[in-house]
């Protein structure tokens, strides 16, 4: 399962061949049958913050998508505020599974249950298979993951794989009324997400973790808690059973 | 700090039955392999007896344990950690599960070499009985040092993310299973005295010791507070260099560590229990018997009391051990987001 970008040289050739293909998302799910010939698909998201209004309607789609049980979230909205008057702030930060390259949770599970497929990078767990260890749910990072009550198994955003593989967008992302959320395959040079990627200041949440996200935000405010000690006020709201990030 | 623990009091007396049962077997296999064999007497083979019967109860117990914690067994799917031995792969978790069906399996043939009260060096299991133990040496280190791989493959919990987690998992393992030792021969005292009597009674050949029966078992009292006493200094000196090198970092592992340290949330716990009472009190009392018999040759004769209580506080400090870095890893996180 190698997930390395395509070199260069490769990513030109799709692009030349991949002309024909519209920008808009659903065409650059579309294409993904033809391209995944000549170059490997990553599909990935990148949230612009600034057009985020905090109204959580990514959380409650994710919830209806998935019939999520009660007090667990594979998608959320924190809200970050921060200052002393008048000079504050409240930013939202909207949360989901990175699908990372580097995916910890992968290393870890002890069954397999747990994997990154090769032909979309998407990070998917397989009930039939997870015992419900909760080692992928320590491993993660970004405390994406967490054991569904119903299944007894791992569970965690998975980029609406039964909509994506059809060709549509995830529920967050058609959902999302500010169009905060972009959605595509981060190899294909001639995707929205790309372009913007690589024209916009971006960041990944916890880059120092090593598992290389593929979840982008423009403009994220990093502000954590933990800053308190430096005598600056933060308080982050996860709106989630978590109440804290950890 | 109000989180949710995802691994509760199963994983944490896991990790500490799990040690209990590899340091006795570890132990066991070493005294037997050492002199348990035939040159030392009856009271050292006693000793090795006494591991390997405690060696498998604790590893399997803890087993059992981990299987209530699974999600899936919550969920009703009572069988489905089966799964586990349908792969094999890199992660920490999958090796362990293998690794501990094998020691299972090891320690059950290895206590069983050992069943016939009238066992001896020498018998018809004497073969089987040393081969084991050959095995149970590094199966017993491998499982030991795992539950400290298991915790610590993780970057994401930056508390358990450090190579010297195993080693104090290692010497903790290795004391704890040394004190389970020295409890179960002090709870059945009276029978291993009556069958040091018995054995010195039938052979003559098989004793190169001077010493009466009531001096042989005081003979690998001693022997077990002396290893004790070192393990313990090991143990001490892993924590030390935990403790140290995160202090003296910055970020995720600085911070994670400030819980155990002065101030922290598990501070209280962490000093009392596992340093004061699991690890300093026991070390210095039996540093008071042992230094008796080795400076100043008194026979060594511990009260029965001690010989209680001390392998007691060593047990509770191993689980309360297990207890703060369990909780103190699931509090703490990386810094920032
Ligand atoms: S965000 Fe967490 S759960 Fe998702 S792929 Fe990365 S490590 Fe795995
Ligand atoms: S909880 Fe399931 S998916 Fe996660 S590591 Fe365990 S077996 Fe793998």
């Known amino acids: 399962m190698d997930q390395s970008k395509a070199p260069p040289q490769e990513s030109r050739r799709a692009f030349l061949k991949g002309l024909s293909a519209s920008a808009t998302l659903a065409a650059a799910v579309a294409v993904r049958p033809a391209a995944a010939a000549t170059r490997t698909v990553q599909y990935g998201m990148l949230i612009d913050t600034r057009r985020c209004i905090g109204c959580h309607a990514c959380s409650v789609a994710c919830k209806a998508e998935f019939d999520v049980p009660l007090g667990n979230t594979r998608s959320w909205v924190e809200y970050v505020e921060k200052g002393e008057y008048p000079n504050v702030s409240r930013n939202f930060l909207p949360r989901l599974c990175n699908h990372c390259s580097e995916p910890n949770c992968v290393d870890v599970c002890p069954t397999g249950a747990t994997f990154k497929r090769a032909e979309d990078g998407i990070v998917v767990v397989d009930p039939e298979r997870c015992i419900g260890c909760k080692y992928c749910v320590q491993a993660c990072p970004y405390d994406a993951r967490f054991i569904n009550p119903v299944t007894g198994a791992a569970d965690k955003c998975d980029f609406c794989l039964h909509r994506v593989s059809r060709g549509i967008a995830p529920a967050c992302v058609e959902t999302c009324i500010g169009r905060a959320r972009i959605f595509g395959d981060l190899n294909d040079p001639n995707s929205e997400i790309a372009k913007k990627i690589a024209t916009n200041p971006v960041s990944v949440l916890r880059p120092g973790m090593g598992t290389e996200p593929n979840v982008y935000y423009i403009a994220a405010d990093h502000s954590d808690e933990q800053e308190r000690r430096r005598g600056s006020y933060v308080r982050v709201t996860t709106h989630r059973k978590e109440k804290e990030r950890r | ?337």
């Open chain 2, 1 to 337: 700090m109000s989180m949710e623990l995802n691994w509760g009091l199963p994983v944490i007396a896991y990790l500490f039955l799990a040690g209990v049962g590899a340091g006795a077997l570890t132990v066991s296999a070493s005294i037997l392999l050492r002199g348990g064999g035939g040159h030392f007497g009856g009271s050292h083979f006693d000793m090795a007896r006494y591991g390997a019967l405690i060696a498998p109860l604790p590893v399997m117990i803890g087993s059992g344990l981990l299987i209530l914690e699974l999600g899936s067994f919550h969920a009703g799917h009572w069988f489905k950690f089966l799964n586990l031995y349908t792969v094999i792969n890199l992660s920490p978790m999958s090796i362990g599960t293998w690794l501990l069906t094998a020691f299972i399996g090891l320690s059950l043939v290895y206590a069983y070499t050992f069943l016939a009260t009238d066992g001896a060096p020498g018998d018809r299991w004497d073969a089987l009985r040393r081969s084991c133990a050959w095995l149970g040496v590094p199966m017993g280190i491998s499982v030991a040092v795992y539950t400290g791989v298991l915790l610590g493959a993780m970057p994401s919990r930056p508390f358990w993310n450090s190579p010297v987690l195993a080693l104090i998992f290692l010497f903790s393992a290795l004391s704890t299973g040394v004190a389970a030792i020295m409890l179960t021969r002090t709870l059945f005292r009276k029978f291993q005295i009556r069958r040091l009597e018995a054995v010195s009674a039938s052979s003559s050949t098989r004793r190169t010791s001077d010493l009466d029966v009531e001096g042989q078992y005081h003979q690998s009292g001693y022997i077990l507070a002396a290893s004790d006493t070192l393990l313990i200094g090991l143990e001490l000196t892993a924590i030390f260099l935990f403790l140290i090198f995160a202090y003296l970092t910055v970020g995720d592992v600085r911070y994670a560590v400030s819980v155990i340290l002065f101030g922290g949330s598990l501070a209280g716990t962490f000093w009392f229990w596992v340093i004061f009472l699991g690890l300093v009190l026991p070390a210095l009392v039996e540093l008071y018997y042992v230094t008796q018999r080795l400076l100043l040759h008194q026979s060594f004769a511990v009260p029965l009391g001690i010989e209680i209580v001390v392998p007691t506080i060593v047990l509770a400090g191993g689980f309360m051990l297990r207890y703060v870095v369990v909780v103190a890893g699931q509090i703490t996180g990386p810094v920032g987001i």
